[in-house]
């Protein structure tokens, strides 16, 4: 996706883009562990910083949210 931040033109991804990109990680099996790990704290890191993202997210993770509502 390209954008333009103030006259500025950058290429970005949104955030719709990431959070599959992250939950498709997430989900590889063939990715090591350390690494899945590290995408599975990013995907509870968007859930925190965005809560209206959580029921896009994998129920697994929107469990850990509901734990500590």
């Known amino acids: ?3 333009e ?3 500025f033109s ?4 949104l955030l719709e ?3 599959q990109g992250k939950i498709w990680a997430w989900t590889d099996p063939q990715r090591r562990l350390s690494k899945r790990e590290k995408d ?3 995907l509870v890191r968007i859930g925190e910083t965005f809560p209206d993202m959580r029921s ?3 129920a697994e ?3 850990l949210f509901s734990k500590t509502s």
């Open 5 to 7: 931040i103030e006259c």
């Open 40 to 42: 599975r704290l990013d």
């Open 56 to 58: 896009r997210l994998p």
């Open 61 to 63: 993770i929107q469990r």
């Open 10 to 13: 950058r290429e970005f991804a």
């Open 1 to 3: 996706m390209i954008g």
């Open 17 to 19: 883009d990431l959070l």
